[in-house]
């Protein structure tokens, strides 16, 4: 299980769940921010911070972001060959600066 940023954070991005994680597992692409699965502890914290109401627990989000946030990670972004895969960290990477087919296409 993991937490899921759905639509309304697209043109928003105003960072305030990236505050909250105490895993520093959202990463930030151009127009919207994605949790990685595999580094997300399921705290909540970036729910209850979120002025937009666009996070919720998996089991409960719209699965089109559900799997969205998923590509983001484990499949090649646009204009990239690799997947971003686990890296550990959103604050050391940086903006990652792109977003999916499907936020892209909004
Ligand atoms: S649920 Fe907790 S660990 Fe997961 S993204 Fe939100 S703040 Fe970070
Ligand atoms: S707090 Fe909500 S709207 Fe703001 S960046 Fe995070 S998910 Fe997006």
Redesign the pocket.
Known sequence: MAYV?GA??VD???????EECPVDC?YEGER??YINPAECIDCGA?ET????Q??TVDRLAEATFRDDNRRFFEEPLPGRTTPLGTPGGAGGLGPVGVDTPLVNAR
């Open positions: 940023i309304s954070c928003i991005m105003d960072r305030s769940c990236v959202i919207k921010l970036c911070a979120c002025p937009e666009a996070i």
